[in-house]
């Protein structure tokens, strides 16, 4: 196995002698990257809203846990959901919402995948009627209508995969023009769980005569609340 | 010609008889360069972006023996394990060997070129795995033993009333589960989702790898790639060994402008970035407490298969190319043959550099042929690949290895001999433009003779002037001469 990195190595540097790169620079000096539009906070808002919005995505507002919770057994209850999978309250950056829906009779599904391949695939069937998908977004991009997601202990990947509706917390604070923008301010993003994941808007496909359909493999429905 | 050449020449004639296809095609290509057109104007420094881009993706060309190496060690420090493939039969060897040590019998895979290009699921089904295609689209293609036709739309060729009848008949769907296409949709969502959930194995492309962190991003729209890299406990991804960028920052330049380029999307829905297997408290899947779910094994298995002899020529530059599919949707002979003319895994411009660019000249000489060197590939082209020029090289190359026409290597010099004397030139001109003259028909040539009937047979072509430019110009000179209309 060394040996063939070692032959395929070589035989890189060994075409770098020779390749035609037009363009192609020693150093990453001079690098340009797109200017920060520099816009208000409330400007931000308004573009993501408009562009989740088309992408068949929902903008909500909340002020409080009992707010967001209003929204959520909303939707829950629209979309048929009796139960839900979801990120630690900690993680959701709502403090206390966990509580406010158990209250109100909706039930949160923990799991924790096992390692073990018939145990696993047993697991994640069980999952498969949970309704709604709870996570808080570790930022918003103005520009695309996209969320971003981090996974990591308490911060699930299934929550906004399985269910057929997803639901996402985010502050008003975590706006980002675009995602350059956002990696430029946190450089170490990528490697901030196995999993980073930017969601825009509900799964979609065009790949029969081009028609869009929502809801392929991912979810159909995507919420976003957004909180102060 | 050649075997080949002829085929390719036969492909094209069914391509151009079958309507269904042509007209599927012009919907299909019109809206995703159409798309893509309205992305990119909304998209301020769209040019700047652009040139931002080319030059990461050339400087990290530049340096890949030090970016592969960065990158392997990042993602080994993560829990990665990585594979290196000179060939595609190491590549899949190197894959059925894992789903034999894990005991794999089913896997589930996210649509990707180079595992096409390798022929990856030949392999796995020949030693006993069965692999399932996840992505609408190939999932289509996968049951109808076709190949794919477009590198993001593979199923430009297909009606939903082939997919309602092959959904019936491979898969027993009732007909209310075909009525539309939406019903469909849901239907293969039903099937895939329990195979998402019992493969052993999940098996992915690589949009771009990148080297500081040693994460692989893998985009889609309908969500099967996160599912096929979360759910089995194995992921294994399928790099081409050029798909690199070094850093987060460089990566989110280069998609900001993929899916623009490639469906007209300001991003895809899911832009997916994994890095090492799901951590794990202590060590991975070590202990419970560390992320809920993800795979416990990652392998990436980097494949060569001819990128680095490539390398080293003077098509490197389609190394820069990011499988955007932009090029295909603005080309004029794509537009009307379609994918799988091309008799390739990649088809369109790229394809026709990539493909003999991997595999050899030999049987894919013609391919540099089917192009028109309009140059609308390159205008559309995220880093500014020189398709037209990259296709003349080849065509450059296919002469000098004598693979074009004999009779082309023939005439070249002989035309070179007369053009170059110019005395002989005008005289000849003069009696060929004669000749032609008394041919034409009401000042049109329709129909040539021996080698360039082919050429003329969908041309017609202007008869010569009664008198030619340097008969003209003296003519000028002495003032004797009509003025220019």
Same mark, same amino acid.
């Given at each position: 196995?060394?040996?063939?990195?070692?032959?395929?190595?070589?035989?890189?540097?060994?075409?770098?002698?020779?390749?035609?790169?037009?363009?192609?620079?020693?150093?990453?000096?001079?690098?340009?990257?797109?200017?920060?539009?520099?816009?208000?906070?409330?400007?931000?808002?308004?573009?993501?809203?408009?562009? @989740?919005?088309?992408?068949?995505?929902? &903008?909500?507002? !909340?002020?409080? /846990?009992? *707010?967001?919770?209003?929204? +959520?057994?909303? #939707?829950?209850?629209?979309?048929?959901?009796?139960?839900?999978?979801?990120?630690?309250?900690?993680?959701?950056?709502?403090?206390?919402?966990?509580?406010?829906?158990?209250?109100?009779?909706?039930?949160?599904?923990?799991?924790?995948?096992?390692?073990?391949?018939?145990?696993?695939?047993?697991?994640?069937?069980? @999952?498969?009627?949970?309704?709604?998908? &709870?996570?808080? !977004?570790?930022? /918003?991009? *103005?520009?695309?209508?996209? +969320?971003?997601? #981090?996974?990591?202990?308490?911060?699930?990947?299934?929550?906004?995969?399985?269910?057929?509706?997803?639901?996402?917390?985010?502050?008003?604070?975590?706006?980002?023009?675009?995602?350059?923008?956002?990696?430029?301010?946190?450089?170490?993003?990528?490697?901030?769980?196995?999993?980073?994941?930017?969601?825009?808007?509900?799964?979609?496909?065009?790949?029969?005569?081009?028609?869009?359909?929502?809801?392929?493999?991912?979810?159909?429905?995507?919420?976003?609340?957004?909180?102060? | 010609?050649?075997?080949?050449?002829?085929?390719?020449?036969?492909?094209?004639?069914?391509?151009?008889?079958?309507?269904?296809?042509?007209?599927?095609?012009?919907?299909?290509?019109?809206?995703?360069?159409?798309?893509?057109?309205?992305?990119?104007?909304?998209?301020?420094?769209?040019?700047?972006?652009?040139?931002?881009?080319?030059?990461?993706?050339?400087?990290?060309?530049?340096?890949?023996?030090?970016?592969?190496?960065?990158?392997?060690?990042?993602?080994?420090?993560?829990?990665?394990?990585?594979?290196?493939?000179?060939?595609?039969?190491?590549?899949?060897?190197?894959?059925?060997?894992?789903?034999?040590?894990?005991?794999?019998?089913?896997?589930?895979?996210?649509?990707?070129?180079?595992?096409?290009?390798?022929?990856?699921?030949?392999?796995?089904?020949?030693?006993?795995?069965?692999?399932?295609?996840?992505?609408?689209?190939?999932?289509?293609?996968?049951?109808?033993?076709?190949?794919?036709?477009?590198?993001?739309?593979?199923?430009?060729?297909?009606?939903?009333?082939?997919?309602?009848?092959?959904?019936?008949?491979?898969?027993?769907?009732?007909?209310?589960?075909?009525?539309?296409?939406?019903?469909?949709?849901?239907?293969?969502?039903?099937?895939?989702?329990?195979?998402?959930?019992?493969?052993?194995?999940?098996?992915?492309?690589?949009?771009?790898?990148?080297?500081?962190?040693?994460?692989?991003?893998?985009?889609?729209?309908?969500?099967?790639?996160?599912?096929?890299?979360?759910?089995?406990?194995?992921?294994?991804?399928?790099?081409?060994?050029?798909?690199?960028?070094?850093?987060?920052?460089?990566?989110?330049?280069?998609?900001?402008?993929?899916?623009?380029?490639?469906?007209?999307?300001?991003?895809?829905?899911?832009?997916?970035?994994?890095?090492?297997?799901?951590?794990?408290?202590?060590?991975?899947?070590?202990?419970?407490?560390?992320?809920?779910?993800?795979?416990?094994?990652?392998?990436?298995?980097?494949?060569?298969?001819?990128?680095?002899?490539?390398?080293?020529?003077?098509?490197?530059?389609?190394?820069?190319?990011?499988?955007?599919?932009?090029?295909?949707?603005?080309?004029?002979?794509?537009?009307?043959?379609?994918?799988?003319?091309?008799?390739?895994?990649?088809?369109?411009?790229?394809?026709?550099?990539?493909?003999?660019?991997?595999?050899?000249?030999?049987?894919?000489?013609?391919?540099?042929?089917?192009?028109?060197?309009?140059?609308?590939?390159?205008?559309?082209?995220?880093?500014?690949?020189?398709?037209?020029?990259?296709?003349?090289?080849?065509?450059?190359?296919?002469?000098?290895?004598?693979?074009?026409?004999?009779?082309?290597?023939?005439?070249?010099?002989?035309?070179?001999?007369?053009?170059?004397?110019?005395?002989?030139?005008?005289?000849?001109?003069?009696?060929?433009?004669?000749?032609?003259?008394?041919?034409?028909?009401?000042?049109?040539?329709?129909?040539?003779?021996?080698?360039?009937?082919?050429?003329?047979?969908?041309?017609?072509?202007?008869?010569?002037?009664?008198?030619?430019?340097?008969?003209?110009?003296?003519?000028?000179?002495?003032?004797?001469?009509?003025?220019?209309?």
């Amino acid at each position: 196995m060394n040996a063939a990195r070692d032959r395929i190595l070589a035989s890189v540097r060994d075409g770098l002698l020779r390749a035609v790169l037009p363009d192609a620079t020693d150093d990453r000096a001079g690098r340009w990257a797109p200017p920060d539009p520099a816009l208000p906070r409330d400007t931000l808002i308004e573009h993501f809203g408009r562009a @989740l919005a088309s992408l068949a995505g929902h &903008l909500h507002r !909340a002020a409080s /846990a009992s *707010a967001a919770a209003d929204i +959520i057994a909303g #939707v829950a209850a629209s979309q048929g959901a009796t139960s839900y999978l979801s990120w630690d309250d900690e993680h959701l950056g709502c403090p206390g919402l966990l509580s406010v829906l158990e209250s109100r009779g909706l039930p949160r599904v923990t799991y924790d995948v096992p390692g073990d391949p018939v145990e696993r695939a047993r697991g994640t069937h069980e @999952l498969g009627g949970v309704g709604l998908g &709870l996570t808080g !977004a570790h930022a /918003a991009l *103005a520009d695309c209508g996209a +969320i971003v997601l #981090v996974s990591g202990p308490g911060r699930g990947r299934l929550a906004s995969l399985l269910p057929p509706v997803h639901v996402a917390i985010v502050s008003e604070r975590r706006m980002w023009p675009s995602l350059t923008a956002l990696v430029r301010a946190e450089a170490d993003l990528l490697d901030a769980g196995s999993n980073v994941v930017l969601v825009a808007g509900p799964s979609r496909t065009a790949d029969i005569e081009m028609t869009l359909t929502h809801g392929v493999h991912g979810p159909k429905h995507v919420h976003v609340i957004l909180m102060p | 010609m050649n075997d080949a050449s002829l085929a390719f020449h036969r492909r094209i004639d069914e391509a151009l008889a079958d309507g269904a296809l042509r007209r599927a095609l012009a919907l299909t290509t019109g809206r995703l360069a159409g798309g893509r057109a309205t992305a990119m104007a909304a998209l301020p420094d769209a040019e700047a972006l652009r040139t931002e881009a080319r030059r990461i993706r050339a400087h990290t060309i530049a340096h890949l023996d030090r970016y592969l190496d960065q990158f392997t060690r990042a993602a080994q420090a993560r829990g990665c394990q990585v594979h290196w493939a000179e060939t595609a039969s190491d590549a899949t060897r190197i894959v059925t060997g894992i789903a034999r040590e894990n005991a794999i019998a089913l896997a589930v895979k996210s649509k990707s070129m180079v595992t096409e290009e390798i022929e990856l699921n030949a392999a796995l089904e020949q030693a006993g795995v069965r692999v399932v295609e996840t992505d609408l689209g190939e999932f289509v293609v996968q049951l109808a033993a076709d190949r794919p036709s477009h590198i993001i739309a593979p199923i430009v060729h297909l009606s939903r009333g082939d997919v309602a009848r092959l959904f019936q008949d491979k898969l027993g769907a009732r007909e209310d589960e075909v009525a539309d296409i939406p019903a469909m949709t849901a239907f293969a969502r039903r099937i895939l989702r329990s195979q998402f959930i019992d493969a052993g194995m999940g098996i992915s492309g690589v949009n771009l790898a990148v080297a500081d962190t040693g994460s692989l991003c893998i985009v889609t729209n309908e969500g099967n790639g996160r599912l096929t890299t979360s759910l089995p406990r194995l992921h294994v991804a399928i790099l081409g060994l050029e798909r690199i960028v070094p850093t987060a920052a460089d990566l989110a330049v280069v998609l900001t402008l993929l899916a623009r380029s490639a469906t007209g999307q300001a991003v895809p829905v899911y832009t997916n970035v994994v890095t090492g297997p799901r951590r794990r408290g202590a060590g991975p899947g070590a202990s419970p407490g560390g992320e809920p779910d993800g795979p416990d094994e990652l392998h990436i298995v980097i494949v060569d298969n001819g990128r680095s002899r490539l390398l080293g020529g003077e098509l490197a530059e389609i190394l820069y190319c990011v499988r955007c599919g932009a090029c295909l949707n603005v080309c004029p002979v794509y537009r009307h043959i379609g994918g799988h003319a091309y008799g390739s895994v990649y088809p369109g411009p790229v394809g026709s550099v990539v493909t003999p660019g991997l595999m050899g000249l030999d049987d894919w000489s013609e391919l540099a042929q089917a192009s028109s060197l309009c140059g609308a590939c390159r205008d559309v082209c995220p880093v500014r690949i020189d398709l037209p020029h990259l296709l003349l090289k080849l065509r450059e190359q296919a002469a000098r290895r004598e693979l074009a026409p004999l009779w082309l290597r023939l005439a070249m010099p002989f035309f070179a001999a007369i053009a170059t004397r110019p005395a002989l030139y005008q005289f000849l001109g003069s009696v060929a433009a004669r000749i032609a003259r008394t041919a034409s028909d009401e000042g049109w040539i329709r129909r040539l003779p021996g080698p360039f009937a082919a050429w003329s047979a969908s041309r017609d072509f202007p008869a010569p002037a009664p008198r030619s430019f340097v008969q003209q110009h003296r003519a000028n000179k002495a003032g004797t001469g009509a003025p220019p209309s």
